[in-house]
């Protein structure tokens, strides 16, 4: 299918851990730059300062064949994201309705 697919990755970054995490977050960004294919992505802070999930990252590929960089990088985001002690819920979706 050549439809565009978008990755939607739900953070939770404890307190005193933002400025790593943004840090990592730029880092893991530009490797999965490298393979091209993204057409936009975007880091969202929550505004709550309480909120159980504090970021999330939305990032559109060009179709389905490039978001296997991103389904390759996954399992070691988590990882990673783990030595910080944060969490991350990741997700690929295509378009079901435009509006």
């Known amino acids: 299918m050549n439809i565009p697919v978008v990755g939607i990755n739900i953070y939770s970054v ?3 851990k933002e400025e790593e995490f943004f840090q990592w977050w ?3 960004r530009d490797t ?4 091209s294919g993204i057409v936009t992505g975007r880091l969202h802070r929550n505004l709550e300062a309480d909120a ?3 970021f999330i990252n939305v990032a559109e ?3 389905e064949l490039y978001s296997t960089i991103y389904r390759n990088h996954a399992e070691r985001m988590q ?3 783990k ?3 944060a969490k991350m819920i990741p997700g690929l979706f ?3 309705s435009s509006y």
Not at 32 to 35: A, H, S
Request: net charge negative.
């Open 14 to 16: 404890p307190k005193g």
């Open 26 to 28: 730029q880092d893991m």
């Open 32 to 35: 999965l730059m490298l393979g």
């Open 52 to 54: 159980q999930f504090n």
């Open 61 to 63: 590929w060009e179709n």
């Open 79 to 81: 990882r990673e994201l």
């Open 83 to 85: 030595e910080l002690g």
């Open 94 to 96: 295509g378009i079901a």
